[in-house]
């Protein structure tokens, strides 16, 4: 199985098994050059308050911001900066229903219509995959970024390969290593990982040249925001981030019945639509796409909630394209 298929069938395992919020390649890192495969984000005690706010993600800028819930704000004194970002951040906060909007003599104001409930989420695992660890890249490398930063709660090697100790040796200790089998959905624990400590301090390589590593000290804080900021993105985005493409040979492919996946009967696999669809393939065959709502389906399999009462009214499968 390629590394698309593989990594689609554990996010609907891990949907299945953990209750959580599941999503995929998303930014884990300060400086955006380093993304994480997998992340699941555990419900905290406040997840009910942040489901009936809206169902996509909140811009980091509009959470930081002045605007608070009691007064109105004339947007520009709101923000650090009225640039351009900000601009989009205040527009997206309306959009999603994090903002309401009045003017008043020519000025547009803007204040929160609920307010943001920091602790909506508790434990964040950071999982890597790699079916194949006959052809690790950048692997090790990659998991030194993540243990060192220390964004995550936990950090997770996910392969379908035969796990030796000459793999493990190779791996960061503190990582955990799973060995799932897409076929039988089945997961064994090779390696449990090591608790890690996102209040503390984080190192971030920032650049290497050959015998010297750049690095730089994350702050408790700003670990705190690009936690926020991953969770964020994760709640809005989920894991479903295609279209069934319009081939008579796809099929939706159900493992365990808990989420829909573009099979393709002509390559005997999971496809991914995005890059491997369309009239160039040899196996094509024009037709309709499957009827297949994933929005509906996530929210009928997931804690998240689509259309929350009194919230936005929006298709929050757009914000998976953002």
């Given at each position: 199985?390629r590394?698309?298929g593989?990594?689609?069938?554990?996010?609907?395992?891990?949907?299945?098994?953990?209750?959580?919020?599941?999503?995929?390649?998303?930014?884990?890192?300060?400086?955006g050059?380093?993304?994480?495969?997998v992340?699941?984000?555990?419900?905290?005690?406040?997840?009910?308050?942040?489901?009936?706010?809206?169902?996509?993600a909140?811009?980091?800028?509009?959470?930081?911001?002045?605007?608070?819930?009691?007064?109105w704000r004339?947007?520009?004194?709101?923000?650090e900066?009225?640039?351009?970002?900000?601009?989009?951040?205040?527009?997206?906060?309306?959009?999603?229903?994090?903002?309401e909007?009045?003017?008043?003599?020519g000025?547009?104001?803007?204040?929160?219509?609920?307010?943001?409930?920091?602790?909506?989420?508790?434990?964040i695992v950071?999982?890597?995959?790699?079916?194949?660890?006959d052809?690790?890249?950048?692997?090790?490398?990659?998991?030194e970024?993540?243990v060192?930063?220390?964004l995550?709660?936990?950090?997770?090697l996910?392969?379908?390969?035969?796990?030796?100790?000459?793999?493990?040796?190779?791996l960061p200790?503190?990582?955990?290593?799973?060995?799932?089998?897409?076929g039988?959905e089945?997961?064994?624990?090779?390696r449990?990982?090591?608790?890690?400590?996102?209040?503390?301090h984080?190192?971030?390589?920032?650049?290497?040249e050959?015998?010297?590593?750049?690095?730089?000290?994350?702050?408790?804080?700003?670990?705190?925001r690009?936690?926020?900021?991953?969770a964020e993105?994760?709640y809005?985005?989920g894991w479903?981030?295609y279209?069934?493409?319009?081939?008579?040979?796809v099929?939706?492919?159900?493992p365990?019945?808990?989420a829909?996946?573009?099979?393709?009967?002509?390559?005997?696999?999971?496809?991914?639509?995005?890059?491997?669809?369309?009239?160039?393939?040899?196996?094509?065959?024009?037709?309709?796409?499957?009827?297949v709502?994933t929005d509906?389906?996530?929210?009928?399999?997931?804690?998240?909630v689509?259309?929350?009462?009194?919230g936005?009214?929006?298709?929050?499968g757009?914000?998976?394209?953002?």
């Open positions: 199985m590394e698309f593989f990594e689609m069938a554990l996010c609907a395992w891990l949907e299945r098994e953990s209750g959580g919020i599941v999503s995929r390649q998303l930014g884990a890192s300060s400086r050059r380093r993304g994480i495969d992340a699941r984000v555990e419900p905290g005690p406040a997840f009910g308050a942040r489901t009936a706010i809206s169902p996509r909140i811009p980091d800028r509009a959470i930081e911001s002045d605007v608070g819930v009691g007064r004339y947007w520009r004194e709101a923000f900066t009225d640039s351009e970002w900000a601009r989009e951040a205040c527009e997206r906060a309306i959009e999603i229903g994090f903002f909007r009045t003017r008043k003599s000025r547009e104001y803007v204040r929160r219509a609920a307010r943001y409930p920091e602790a909506w989420f508790g434990r950071g999982i890597e995959n790699k079916p194949d660890l052809s690790p890249g950048d692997l090790n490398r990659q998991l970024i993540d060192g930063l220390g995550f709660d936990e950090v997770i996910a392969t379908e390969s035969y796990v030796t100790g000459a793999h493990l040796n190779r200790p503190a990582v955990g290593v799973w060995r799932y089998d897409p039988s089945s997961r064994e624990v090779v449990e990982p090591t608790t890690l400590d996102p209040t503390d984080g190192i971030e390589v920032v650049g290497r050959p015998g010297r590593t750049d690095i730089e000290i994350v702050s408790p804080r700003r670990k705190a690009l936690r926020r900021r991953l993105r994760a809005g985005k479903r981030t279209d069934f493409p319009p081939c008579a040979r099929d939706v492919g159900k365990a019945g808990t829909s996946l573009p099979s393709c009967r002509w390559k005997e696999r999971v496809v991914n639509p995005a890059t491997e669809c369309g009239p160039d393939c040899p196996g094509h065959e024009a037709a309709d796409a499957p009827d709502d509906a389906e996530r929210d009928r399999r997931t804690p998240w689509r259309d929350p009462e009194g936005a009214r929006e298709q929050a757009l914000d998976r394209f953002g």
